[in-house]
């Protein structure tokens, strides 16, 4: 917001605010047209005269209302004058009908603005600091409407004496500015679901306050809704009371989960001297429509925490120190050593894996490197740890893989179906978007063990929990079908005319083994439960599956991917909006790191090596023969390590080192390399077994695209220049070229208009076409040249719907006397991952270490409490970590985060994988847990907080 | 990693599962990987499964 003292807003090069139209949108056949100010306008029918006045380009004065939260006429600000109507009505509540004419600007309401204005003003601070950084909606609406004195009083607030909250680590809150619009508790409630915020007290003395306790000890999940819709410095980020206002804006997308939220950073300062002051989300985000999480909004600290490493770095052995060198020299070391083992030990002795954090062009490039400058397959991804049962099962079934809708699809959805996920901690944005539609009345069937918040939270109360038991998720979803058929709840036309093997899938499902009752013992769901819910979910008009890794990460992870698949075909939920099945993306491009052929058996696009025709395509343009096998699996890689036969590997922006099962194994497979180059912002995990460090970019300074959850391709753009002096993509395309295959673009958009040019779904995309449509979902092709929101409208990619027969079978780790728990893990809402960014952001304040949850009977035999420090232990390891006993989980099971290295959680998960992708089984581990030895840190744990970790683990 | 492929097909009859087991190798393992798989059904190891060890002949 502007002060007369300072540039106008909206100059060009200057800093504005995303426009605010005061109301939200209204979806309406009807048009009604008015007259504002002489000014003509039509607006769908049943828009306030609030916005249709801000699409006419007149701006009516507001302080409660805003255009993310519905009207509430409290504030008295916006009155206006309609002909033929008694009064000044408020704008904000009153919908246009067709005819109206309204005049904004009489005497009348002036004065009566003025009034109001004044009011406010001689119960706010004269001093109000707001005032003085210009970051304040009243104090511009006071200008306006030329409210200079204060003639009711001398502008102190008579909350005054009441406490400064500084207790967020993001955000303040000042009482004293606070003019109790509500507009914050309303954010609360409609747009984040916590409903944290309430109005306590009356009239003069009413006042906002979370919960009768301080944000940080309250509700608040710290989302920033609130702050993004307070008018006045009440709610402030902490890091604009510390830089002041915005200078320039760069519209761009987070980082971190797969809902992938368009952001304004809000920046001052240009080049290297760049500083963020805020992230926004951007309301024209097609994602996430003006909201964020904790993560996305407030952790970006990473980006320039001291740990970032912005100099290459070599060694001759991993027991050696880190040598500083130019990038030539760094690139010149890794480019020789593996033309080196290559020479030594074959082509297909080194490899790359890719990151779900790094950009379609900076990944694409990955593979074309291995593909064309190794002359091998030998690429994967970190996608391989988490959602490669999805693309195998969605592309088995469906023919390809991708979630078949968009985010705004669960807005018509009836029931929801959510298998092993939990969005309001792993999918935060999309889980707000799903609890609204819940309070308008759609119901949710929760399947996971643990009792996850969307079980049971303010205006949320799911239709049943099912605590599904680790492992047996197959027979689980073919109770599911087993019943729908059974009862002849299916849609028989849409399985003839839509479906194949039909009759042998029904034969199959309708099988007694199948049937809720005979699956009891295995899934721990009472037979009559399970019936209920699929009842449910046949039934409805519009049923909808969502899910994530705790549906992929088992040994029948590819399984249960069909499985829900032939759930949703059955029933006929495929194809239109509010229904489908839906992966929830862990990091924020796997969907795009697969899409880009990351797969050590995929070409770009989901198209199989082996095709000659595809081969040709790249051949054609790259000049070079590509190897028509399948390469190595990250898994596969670590084995062959051992063996000898693998000996140089390039890490792009992967912690492999912590994130992948079986730490030992891995470190062992690492350590046993001639060659490993990692390429990161931090020293990780894994670059304490690397011989070159790379360093590499934060988003802030990657220029490229980010592919989401919904396959809606999204723009990321510098804010920065890269501060270590080299895009990512180059760097790629350096060492490429010194092993003697030169891949030079002068830009990202070039890598995109090579992705394009190659691959059919992403026929229409451009940097160019991004910039003007904001976002697109692929296919992007000439029949669909703005995208496709949904996917298998009246066919399915691979023509036919393919439903496969899903035997149920058992996993092999099985509890016993000596592991009698099933271990199973997850994420938390303030942390990411393996926790590398969050780690280093005040997000810490919430998570600072893993716990291990156990139910109170479980506990109580093993005489544990909430606190006590708990060895964890499984056949291949064992850790220790604090213990907090909890009804979320089922008797029998525990579990636990994975987002500190010192914990170190993979110590204890075993090899057990996928057995289609060799995704690893992290949901399912047999341990014990008992009391740990009173004592401190083992010299290991210290070791690792010592030096894995070198500076400031704030 | 290939009994685990076995184990999900152990449903299908003898003649399906080793096909299938055979195309999915193919589609998805590196042939370093299928050597070694071949290797040691040669060898009469005897923890593969008798249809992975079918199909370990079959490549
Ligand atoms: S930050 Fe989010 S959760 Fe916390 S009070 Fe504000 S709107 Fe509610
Ligand atoms: S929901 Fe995901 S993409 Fe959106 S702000 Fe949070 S972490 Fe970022
Ligand atoms: S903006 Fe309309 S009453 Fe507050």
Redesign the pocket.
Same mark, same amino acid.
């Given at each position: 917001m502007t002060t007369l003292d300072q540039p106008a807003l909206g100059e060009p090069g200057g800093y504005a605010p995303e426009p605010d139209l005061g109301t939200p949108p209204v979806a309406s056949q009807a048009d009604a047209t008015v007259t504002i100010d002489g000014r003509q306008v039509t607006v769908p029918a049943g828009t306030s005269v609030m916005r249709a006045a801000a699409v006419a380009g007149i701006d009516v004065p507001k302080l409660c209302a805003t255009d993310s939260l519905k009207a509430f006429g409290s504030c008295r600000m916006c009155l206006v004058e309609v002909d033929g109507a008694r009064g000044t009505p408020a704008s904000c509540t009153t919908p246009c009908a067709d005819g109206m004419v309204v005049s904004t600007q009489t005497e009348q309401v002036q004065r009566l603005r003025r009034n109001v204005m004044e009011l406010y003003l001689s119960d706010h601070p004269a001093d109000c600091q707001g005032c003085a950084r210009g970051s304040c909606e009243m104090q511009a609406m006071a200008v306006t409407v030329g409210a200079v004195e204060a003639r009711y009083g001398n502008g102190r607030d008579h909350l005054a004496e009441s406490s400064y909250d500084a207790s967020?680590p993001y #955000?303040d809150y000042d009482p004293a500015a606070c003019i109790v619009c509500s507009r914050?508790v309303r954010?609360?409630?409609e747009?984040?679901g916590?409903?944290?915020?309430t109005v306590e007290g009356r009239g003069f003395d009413s006042r906002i306050t979370?919960g009768g306790t301080d #944000?940080l000890s =309250?509700?608040?999940? =710290?989302?920033?809704?609130?702050?993004q819709?307070c008018p006045t410095s009440a709610?402030q980020e902490k890091s604009l009371i510390e830089l002041g206002m915005p200078t320039r804006v760069v519209d761009t997308t987070c980082a971190y989960c797969g809902v992938g939220c368009s952001f304004r950073a809000e920046v001052q300062g240009t080049g290297e001297d760049t500083q963020v002051v805020r992230m926004m989300p951007a309301k024209t985000g097609g994602a996430n429509e003006g909201h964020s999480c904790?993560k996305g909004r407030f952790a970006y600290g990473y980006t320039n925490h001291p740990d970032r490493q912005l100099h290459p770095m070599v060694r001759d052995s991993i027991d050696d120190e880190w040598r500083v060198v130019s990038w030539e020299e760094a690139v010149a070391k890794a480019a020789d050593g593996f033309s080196a083992i290559q020479r030594d030990h074959g082509v297909g002795a080194i490899g790359g894996i890719s990151s779900s954090r790094c950009t379609n062009e900076e990944v694409y490039v990955v593979q074309k490197m291995v593909r064309a400058a190794f002359g091998n397959n030998n690429v994967d991804t970190c996608a391989r740890v988490c959602h490669s049962p999805t693309g195998y099962g969605l592309n088995q079934t469906f023919g390809t893989s991708a979630g078949t809708q968009d985010f705004k699809s669960v807005e018509q959805a009836d029931v929801v179906l959510l298998i092993g996920a939990n969005p309001t901690d792993a999918h935060p944005v999309f889980a707000s978007r799903l609890k609204r539609r819940l309070r308008q009345g759609a119901q949710i069937v929760v399947a996971d063990p643990r009792r996850i918040d969307l079980v049971h939270g303010p205006h949320v109360e799911a239709a049943a929990h099912l605590p599904v038991l680790p492992g047996s998720n197959v027979a689980f979803v073919n109770a599911m079908a087993h019943t729908v058929v059974t009862e002849g709840l299916h849609d028989e036309a849409f399985l003839r005319e839509r479906c194949e093997n039909v009759d042998s899938y029904l034969a199959f499902i309708a099988r007694p083994e199948n049937s809720p009752e005979a699956t009891e013992e295995v899934t721990g769901i009472p037979a009559e439960q399970l019936r209920a819910a699929a009842r449910l979910y046949a039934e409805a008009p519009n049923a909808a599956i969502y899910y994530g890794l705790g549906v992929t990460e088992h040994s029948q992870g590819s399984t249960m991917v069909m499985g829900m698949a032939n759930l949703a075909m059955i029933t006929g939920n495929i194809g239109r909006e509010g229904v489908g099945v839906n992966p929830l993306r862990g990091q924020n491009n796997v969907q795009g790191s697969c899409d880009m052929g990351s797969f050590p058996h995929e070409l770009p696009g989901y198209r199989h090596i082996s095709r000659p025709e595809v081969r040709a395509i790249y051949e054609d343009l790259w000049g070079r023969t590509l190897d028509p096998e399948p390469g190595l699996r990250i898994p596969n890689m670590f084995d062959s390590a051992l063996a000898g036969t693998f000996r140089g590997l390039y890490v792009q922006g992967e912690d492999i080192a912590q994130s992948d099962p079986n730490t030992q194994h891995v470190e062992a497979a690492l350590r046993s390399m001639d060659l490993v180059v990692v390429q990161d912002l931090f020293l990780n995990e894994t670059a304490r077994f690397a011989h070159v460090f790379l360093p590499g970019t934060s988003f802030l300074e990657k220029d490229g695209t980010f592919t989401n959850a919904e396959r809606r391709i999204n723009r990321v753009r510098p804010a920065l220049p890269p501060r270590q002096g080299k895009d990512e993509w180059q760097i790629t395309c350096d060492i490429a070229a010194a092993m003697g295959f030169p891949m030079p673009y002068a830009g990202a958009h070039e890598i995109m208009d090579e992705i394009a040019a190659t691959t059919p779904t992403f026929a229409g995309v451009s940097f160019a076409r991004l910039d003007a449509e904001g976002s697109m979902q692929w296919p992007v092709t000439d029949a669909a040249p703005h995208g496709t929101p949904t996917m298998h409208v009246g066919e399915f990619v691979r023509g036919k719907g393919n439903l496969v027969e899903t035997v149920y079978v058992p996993t092999t780790e099985r509890t016993n006397r000596r592991f009698p728990l099933v271990l199973t893990t997850g994420r938390i809402l303030s942390q990411y991952n393996v926790g590398a960014q969050t780690r280093r952001t005040a997000n810490q304040t919430w998570h600072p270490e893993d716990i291990l949850e156990i139910h109170p009977a479980d506990a109580h035999v093993r005489g544990i409490s909430t606190g006590d420090l708990v060895e964890l232990s499984s056949r291949v390891g064992s850790t220790t970590l604090r213990a907090e006993v909890s009804e979320r989980m089922p008797a029998g099971v525990v579990y636990t985060t994975f987002h500190h290295p010192v914990t170190g959680a993979n110590v204890v998960t075993t090899e057990n994988s996928d057995w289609a992708t060799n995704c690893p089984e992290y949901k399912v581990t047999a341990v014990e847990v008992g009391v740990a030895n009173a004592r401190g840190l083992t010299d290991a744990e210290a070791a690792a907080r010592d030096e894995r970790e070198p500076a400031g683990r704030s | 990693m290939g009994n685990d492929i076995a184990r999900q097909l152990a449903h299908l009859d003898e003649e399906e599962a080793v096909t299938r087991i055979v195309a999915h190798l193919d589609r998805f393992w590196d042939p370093r990987m299928r050597r070694t798989l071949q290797a040691l059904a040669a060898a009469g190891d005897d923890t593969l499964d008798p249809r992975l060890a079918a199909a370990a002949r079959r490549l």
């Open positions: 967020n #955000f914050c954010a609360c409630g747009v984040q916590t409903f944290a915020l979370p #944000f =309250s509700e608040c999940v =710290s989302c920033g809704a609130c702050v819709a709610l904790v | -």
